[in-house]
């Protein structure tokens, strides 16, 4: 009986060490209201923006990503009735339109949901009442609750796509540390036991698949409206 390995889909669905993330850290804003001074400003591996130490005055600890301008010794603050200046949570309510804002919660206190990658940041374009109403990178204007926080500013950490790997083994190790699979080897490259567009047809099918197809067979088009070139 022949016996073909698990294709690439169902291994990263098993979770194993090859494709598990090493940054443990997980970032919410904090719960906790007052003015907390940044202690230190550091890098965590799988994540694109630094991340900035802060210490409240009672000595407790919390993690934030830091926005663009951000220093250590620098006093942040946390409290609805904060200055609206980077770095400052504050709900979306007392923030003015027009301003950047990032790390969005999407219901109060859950700690943001919204625009947590470096250079991702949304508009406060209006308000109405108990909304307020974000325009994020999408274009796509969003209502969200007036007493849900997010942090003035923008992320640190935009321009890191400027800068080149220059050579494959920098790649790889970025790679790693996102518990991402590299070098990718082309579906069509490999054997019909591996993966749907395997072997000497490549792929020899339609590319396009239903969206209700098991994890071995969803590649390729997943649900598509269309496929094929379209005519000028």
Known sequence: MLMGKRIIVRRRGKGSSTYRAKGKLE?????????????????????????????????????????????????IDISPNAEVSTGNILPLSKIPEGY???FIESVYKDGGKFCRSSGSFAIVKSHEKDYAFLEFPSKKIKKLKGN?????????????????????????????????????????????????????????????????????????????????????
């Not at 694109?48 to 620098?74: M, V």
């Open 100 to 102: 950047p804002v990032y």
């Open 148 to 232: 849900c926080r997010a942090i003035v500013g923008k992320p640190a950490g935009f321009a890191r796509n400027t800068k080149p790997f220059l050579k494959a083994g920098t790649k790889w190790k970025v790679m790693k540390s996102k518990g991402k699979l590299y070098p990718r080897t082309s579906g069509s490259k490999m054997n019909p036991v591996d993966h749907p567009f395997g072997g000497k047809t490549k792929p020899g099918k339609s590319t396009s698949v239903s969206k209700n197809a098991p994890p071995g067979q969803k590649v390729g088009s997943i649900a598509p409206r269309r496929t094929g070139k379209k005519k000028k």
């Open 27 to 75: 970032l919410k804003l904090p719960k906790k209201e007052g003015k907390a001074k940044v202690v230190d400003i550091q890098h965590i591996s799988a994540r694109n923006t630094p991340i900035a130490k802060i210490r409240f005055e009672d000595g407790t600890i919390s993690f934030i990503a830091a926005p663009i301008g951000l220093s250590t010794e620098q006093t």
